[in-house]
């Protein structure tokens, strides 16, 4: 099934291999980025136009295919970016998302992808409020991967390319000595970030906040031991592998993080991890709940659960971002509001 925005008709001139074109390009590369002659790099097009590079064409399949849908299968996309990171076109390939093959029209996934050209990957984009969610109403799990898609395979050609540059440096090592903190003192120190949703955010009149939110990195026994509980701490870590992360996030107000998706499809539709060009996104097989938070003086919350991040390329010492979408229904509409909060571990955690 083939979704496309952007066409445009003139001869193209291929150089490099037609068999790699053919297979990971099944339509024209010219349909997201207007280009005369296309140039194989490592897993990625450049485009030029007479003469001159004018952008690059990315198949999601060769940079972002551990995302994967509704389905369980990823959606394969190519994507068009110019030589200042704005996205020049975005087409679905394939997809095999049931929402959108007996619940909505292909007009509505068409719709919500036609959102991503002219915007920069370099400037950062928020689903809820940069990409507006109406499009794809009912369909938010579709909506959360392929955004994690279109945006983790473009910043990554991005910085391969040289158009952004991460940090390579690699942090430091989780110290693992243990100390008795509050939950004041967690939140003092950075161990533990807070993200407020106000009701006004929501258009609610209310004194109470719509969402208040906490989350940190586990595998820091000053943090994970305090929150979680010595027991539920060392379950927790007993359960890993090699490279893989823990979090905790947990929650109190009206609002939900974790949504209903994930009951229906597995996939935890509201929120992401982001570092540097690689975004996280979670099913239910990363999850186990949290009913309590051990800290001395911690709040009773309403929802919480521990997140496995099963990826050896996150590095937990390295600041990285949690992305945040909630919705509100309000009769027949529903009401998106995005967010995101910063973390960084400070050094009283590390070696």
């Known amino acids: 099934m083939t979704l496309f925005i952007m066409i445009f008709s003139y001869s193209v001139a291929y150089s490099g291999s037609w068999s790699y074109l053919e297979h990971r390009y099944e339509s024209k590369p010219g349909d997201v980025l207007k280009a005369d002659k296309f140039v194989q790099k490592d897993r990625y097009l450049e485009g030029f136009l007479s003469g001159k590079l004018v952008g690059y064409v990315i198949n999601s399949k060769d940079w972002a295919s551990n995302h994967v849908g509704y389905s369980g299968k990823h ?3 190519l994507i068009g970016m110019d030589t200042a990171g704005n996205l020049t ?6 997809h095999s998302e049931p929402i959108v093959l ?3 029209k292909e007009d509505n996934l068409n719709n919500f992808i ?5 915007k920069s990957v370099i400037k950062g984009l928020s689903l809820g409020s940069d990409i507006k969610m109406d499009a794809l109403t009912g369909a938010t799990v579709t909506a959360e991967v392929e955004n994690a898609i279109i945006l983790e395979s473009a910043k990554k050609v991005a910085a391969a390319a040289g158009l952004i540059k991460y940090s390579d440096k690699k942090g430091k090592k989780i110290s693992q000595k243990f100390e008795a903190m509050g939950f004041s003192e967690l939140t003092a120190s950075g161990g533990v970030k807070n993200l407020i949703i106000t009701s006004k955010d929501m258009g609610i009149e209310s004194n109470e906040a719509y969402l208040d939110l906490y989350f940190g990195v586990v595998s820091a026994p000053t943090i994970g031991k305090n929150i979680l509980g010595e027991k539920t701490f060392n379950e927790v870590m ?8 823990p979090i905790f996030i947990a929650s109190r107000g009206q609002g939900s993080f974790k949504g209903s998706g994930f009951v229906r499809g597995g996939v935890f539709e509201r929120f992401s991890i982001e570092q540097g060009s690689r975004t996280y996104v979670f099913t239910d097989k990363d999850y186990s709940i949290l009913t309590e ?9 309403k929802e919480g659960g521990v997140f496995i991040i099963r990826a050896k390329d996150f590095d937990p010492t390295v600041p990285f971002k949690l992305k945040l979408m909630v919705s509100l229904r309000e009769g027949a509409t529903k009401k998106f509001h995005a967010t995101a909060a910063d973390y960084a571990l400070a050094d009283r955690f590390m070696e």
């Open 102 to 104: 007996i619940g909505l």
């Open 238 to 245: 007993s359960t890993l592998k090699a490279g893989e992360t």
């Open 75 to 77: 959606i394969e996309t």
């Open 293 to 301: 938070l051990s800290a001395k003086g911690a709040p009773a919350i």
């Open 114 to 118: 036609a959102q991503y050209v002219g």
């Open 89 to 94: 076109g975005v087409k679905v390939l394939y």
